[in-house]
């Protein structure tokens, strides 16, 4: 018998006893705290790419532009990586892992990005601080907490509609 992704998820839901704890009310909304989850998720990728990326190119004596592109770069990768952690710790196949991650954590990472390295162009003496500057840290830190709050309505709007980490926890059944 095939059921549709409404059955799948209602099943899944009356079988843990508690649908609340996968986001959803019941009633077909989604909380605040599972896009605040998703959100967390996507966040622990991308600070692990800022920081390293951050710290490579600082290393690595490059200017600001390579160094945030690698950041970014690094953003994306991690943010995917924790995703397909999970996918592949259920059983799913690689590739069809990387196609769940993909459509699970791009636009939210994206925002948490261009949000974040927004913040960071914006502030001023961000972009020239090193790492053992206390503003380097600082801004940072309130780059991601500002990407986070504009990022949970952006998840909590996608789960909403089956898409993003929606997506990820029909592997989590």
């Not at 095939?2 to 996968?22: C, I, K, M, N, Y």
Request: aromatic fraction near 8%.
């Amino acid at each position: 018998m095939e059921h549709t992704h409404e059955q799948h998820e209602h099943a899944g839901h009356e079988h843990h006893g508690r649908g609340s704890e996968h986001g959803h009310t019941g009633d077909g909304k989604v909380t605040w705290a599972a896009a605040a989850r998703a959100t967390l998720h996507c966040l622990t990728g991308c600070a692990i790419g800022e920081v390293l990326g951050m710290v490579i190119g600082t290393a690595l004596g490059w200017g600001n532009v390579p160094t945030m592109i690698l950041a970014i770069v690094l953003a994306f990768f991690f943010g995917y990586a924790l995703t397909l952690r999970g996918i592949l710790s259920a059983g799913v196949d690689f590739r069809t892992a990387i196609r769940v991650a993909l459509a699970a954590d791009t636009l939210s990472i994206a925002v948490m990005e261009l949000i974040d390295n927004g913040v960071i162009v914006l502030w001023p003496g961000a972009m020239d601080a090193m790492l053992s500057d206390a503003l380097f840290w600082v801004a940072l830190a309130i780059s991601l907490a500002v990407a986070f709050v504009v990022t949970t309505p952006v998840n909590k709007w996608m789960i909403g509609r089956g898409k993003g980490h929606a997506v990820v926890h029909q592997y989590h059944h």
